[in-house]
T-cell receptor, first 109, second 114 residues
């Protein structure tokens, strides 16, 4: 079966760095997305990786290793507003998105 | 800029009743999707439409139907609601297929079936 694994919850301190991991097992692979979702709100796009390596976008970076079925989202200089759930989603061979359950990130002062 | 508008934002419904969740986008996107989001589970695709006039079944289509008469509207109908359909429903759109760009989500419709 197809599966996305990511930690349920993480806690970090304001100003610090946090890495949220995601492993995927899909039938075929056509890229991986990260979305941010604040409580009670809609998910919003953060990044899309299809090639191996690190992509940096301001305070957020996303890494992909296709051979390991692994991605991570790196958040630097954490701010209180970064408290949210972070959703990992892989694109399978049918170009369908397979979503993880999300990682709830709690930022403490 | 409206993006995607969903209605209603919240609804309590008796089991057995028919319910239509409305979704309208003003971005002229070709593809639209309906997801449900339940605690502890990832977003699950109910139905999708790659372009006006076509629809397809997602991972959890049973008990739901959709139509795509035009580019902008993609309503989701529950013919006879059951308590297991209690969930938060998100409509989303993308310019093309999922790998051509990001999905834009509506604010969600919280549905409770009693």
């Amino acid at each position: 079966g197809q599966n996305i694994d990511q930690p349920t919850e993480m806690t970090a301190t304001e100003g610090a760095i946090v890495q949220i991991n995601c492993t995927y097992q899909t039938s075929g692979f056509n890229g991986l997305f990260w979305y941010q979702q604040h409580a009670g709100e809609a998910p919003t796009f953060l990044s899309y990786n299809v090639l191996d390596g690190l992509e940096e976008k301001g305070r957020f970076s996303s890494f992909l290793s296709r051979s390991k079925g692994y991605s991570y989202l790196l958040l630097k200089e954490l701010q209180m507003k970064d408290s949210a759930s972070y959703l990992c989603a892989a694109v399978d061979s049918n170009y369908q998105l397979i979503w993880g359950a999300g990682t709830k990130l709690i930022i403490k002062p | 800029i409206a993006g995607i508008t969903q209605a209603p934002t919240s609804q309590i419904l008796a089991a057995g009743r028919r319910m239509t969740l409305r979704c309208t986008q003003d971005m002229r996107h070709n593809a639209m999707y309906w997801y449900r989001q339940d605690l502890g589970l990832g977003l699950r695709l109910i139905h999708y439409s790659n372009t006006a006039g076509t629809t397809g079944k997602g991972e959890v289509p049973d008990g739901y139907s959709v139509s795509r008469a035009n580019t902008d509207d993609f309503p989701l109908t529950l013919a006879s609601a059951v308590p297991s359909q209690t969930s938060v429903y998100f409509c989303a759109s993308s310019e093309g297929g999922v790998t051509t760009g990001e999905l834009f989500f509506g604010e969600g419709s919280r549905l409770t079936v009693l």
